[in-house]
């Protein structure tokens, strides 16, 4: 019998099938497809990562530790997987996402500098925020290449013996008193415990589990532009990473061109749907009001559209986690209901949960993530 077995394989799941593995345990890690791929929610190039987090304080230690991770991981596979830009968040002075960060940098004592209207168009000169518009500057915070981040975890997880079964569908999870056993579309696994990891497709599993939790799936679209003019003002050097609250709870994101073009995309506000049935084809609704807000914002950014995406969300009513024991089911964990903010946290999270897995105390904080606040 296994010690444990992980399934889905994106962020979440190839970090704790390596930390399940680096811990000397035996785990197996099942995915539908081959990771890393663009069906799920772990895709897209670049995704940010940044300390002063706007949406609560009890994030801080959860985002150090991953930084600690990432960099621990880089170092293990000797690749780059972070890409320091500095972060900037903007919004009205009264608005939630300028008021977070800074209750966030204050709780935690981070350094952050308040810039208004006038001086980030000097320090910007590629942004045109609103004249009633104040930034929040921080220096700690990035890039990391999801694509590199899944692939690093899943071979540092098969070198410290782990082992990945892909192109295996789960199809039901049977949980007993010392066992849970997964089947599959080509057979089953018996272990001791179990993590869920699936993203869009954990509600199909706890649904099989007798477990309903709010969960919807949110369909979101990417997009990169090359700039039309000032191209070097786009790069990581004179670009922060850039999130933007330009009415009340809607959000705007920029990433700078790193060799790509400059990422764009809208957070939240997309279709709600089955992760099968949502469409991954990209259509004029999904580029336009994105460019609108581009050209609002960062008006040279606004030249050739140069590739987009589909990633999906899965969010909770709360749009915060759910990292905890399945209710019902103590020997199932769930990690990846995320709400479209969770990659950056992969690194600790899937430490924590592996620690739960195997008995071990979890050295961070995971109760804002319990399941049963929804009960």
Same mark, same amino acid.
């Not at 539908?32 to 300390?51: D, F, K, Y």
């Given at each position: 019998?296994?010690?444990v077995?992980?399934?889905?394989?994106?962020?979440?799941?190839?970090?704790?099938?390596?930390?399940?593995?680096?811990?000397?345990?035996?785990?197996?890690?099942? +995915?539908?497809?081959?990771?890393?791929? %663009?069906? @799920? $929610?772990?895709?897209? &190039?670049?995704? =940010? #990562?940044?300390?002063?987090?706007?949406?609560?304080?009890?994030?801080?230690?959860?985002?150090?530790?991953?930084?600690?991770?990432?960099?621990?991981?880089?170092?293990?596979?000797?690749?780059?997987?972070?890409?320091?830009?500095?972060?900037?968040?903007?919004?009205?002075?009264?608005?939630?996402?300028?008021?977070?960060?800074?209750?966030?940098?204050?709780?935690?004592?981070?350094?952050?500098?308040?810039?208004?209207?006038?001086?980030?168009?000097?320090?910007?000169?590629?942004?045109?925020?609103?004249?009633?518009?104040v930034?929040?500057?921080?220096?700690?915070?990035?890039?990391?290449?999801?694509?590199?981040?899944v692939?690093?975890?899943?071979?540092?997880?098969?070198?410290?013996?782990?082992?990945?079964?892909?192109?295996?569908?789960?199809?039901?999870?049977?949980?007993?008193? +010392?066992?849970?056993?997964?089947?599959? %579309?080509? @057979? $089953?696994?018996?272990? &001791?415990?179990? =993590? #869920?990891?699936?993203?869009?497709?954990?509600?199909?599993?706890?649904?099989?589990?007798?477990?309903?939790?709010?969960?919807?799936v949110?369909?979101?679209s990417?997009?990169?532009?090359?700039?039309?003019?000032?191209?070097?003002?786009?790069?990581?050097?004179?670009?922060?990473?850039?999130?933007?609250?330009?009415?009340?709870?809607?959000?705007f994101?920029?990433?700078?061109?790193?060799?790509?073009?400059?990422?764009?995309?809208?957070?939240?506000?997309?279709?709600?749907?089955?992760?099968?049935?949502?469409?991954?084809?990209?259509?004029?609704?999904d580029?336009?009001?994105?460019?609108?807000?581009?050209?609002?914002?960062?008006?040279?950014?606004?030249?050739?559209?140069?590739?987009?995406?589909?990633?999906?969300?899965?969010?909770?009513?709360?749009?915060?986690?759910?990292?905890?024991?399945?209710?019902?089911?103590?020997?199932?964990?769930?990690?990846?209901?995320?709400?479209?903010?969770?990659?950056?946290?992969?690194?600790?999270?899937?430490?924590?949960?592996?620690?739960?897995?195997?008995?071990?105390?979890?050295?961070?904080?995971?109760?804002?993530?319990?399941?049963?606040?929804?009960a």
């Amino acid at each position: 019998m296994l010690d444990v077995l992980v399934i889905g394989l994106g962020a979440m799941g190839s970090a704790a099938l390596f930390h399940v593995a680096a811990r000397g345990a035996s785990v197996v890690g099942i +995915d539908a497809n081959v990771p890393p791929h %663009t069906l @799920g $929610s772990t895709h897209g &190039r670049s995704r =940010i #990562i940044r300390e002063a987090y706007f949406e609560h304080p009890s994030y801080v230690p959860l985002v150090r530790r991953a930084f600690h991770n990432w960099a621990a991981l880089e170092r293990r596979v000797g690749r780059t997987l972070y890409r320091p830009t500095s972060g900037l968040m903007v919004g009205r002075p009264d608005s939630g996402l300028v008021r977070g960060t800074l209750e966030s940098s204050r709780r935690h004592d981070i350094a952050v500098e308040v810039v208004d209207a006038a001086a980030m168009r000097t320090r910007f000169p590629s942004l045109e925020a609103g004249a009633d518009m104040v930034g929040v500057l921080e220096q700690n915070a990035g890039v990391l290449d999801p694509e590199a981040c899944v692939t690093a975890h899943l071979d540092a997880a098969r070198a410290a013996g782990g082992m990945v079964a892909t192109d295996e569908r789960v199809t039901r999870v049977e949980p007993a008193a +010392d066992r849970v056993t997964v089947h599959t %579309t080509t @057979g $089953s696994h018996v272990a &001791r415990r179990v =993590i #869920i990891a699936a993203g869009p497709w954990a509600a199909e599993l706890l649904a099989g589990l007798g477990v309903s939790l709010p969960l919807t799936v949110e369909r979101q679209s990417m997009h990169w532009f090359a700039p039309r003019a000032r191209r070097d003002l786009f790069d990581s050097e004179h670009l922060p990473v850039t999130l933007i609250e330009h009415d009340d709870d809607r959000y705007f994101y920029l990433i700078p061109d790193l060799g790509d073009g400059v990422k764009a995309a809208i957070h939240y506000e997309g279709a709600l749907g089955s992760p099968d049935d949502l469409s991954r084809e990209i259509t004029d609704e999904d580029v336009l009001p994105v460019a609108r807000l581009l050209a609002r914002f960062a008006p040279d950014a606004v030249g050739r559209r140069l590739a987009s995406s589909v990633c999906l969300y899965t969010n909770t009513p709360d749009h915060h986690f759910v990292v905890d024991a399945v209710p019902g089911v103590p020997r199932a964990i769930l990690m990846s209901p995320c709400s479209g903010h969770g990659f950056k946290f992969a690194s600790a999270l899937g430490e924590v949960v592996a620690q739960q897995a195997l008995g071990e105390p979890p050295e961070l904080d995971l109760s804002r993530f319990r399941a049963d606040r929804f009960a």
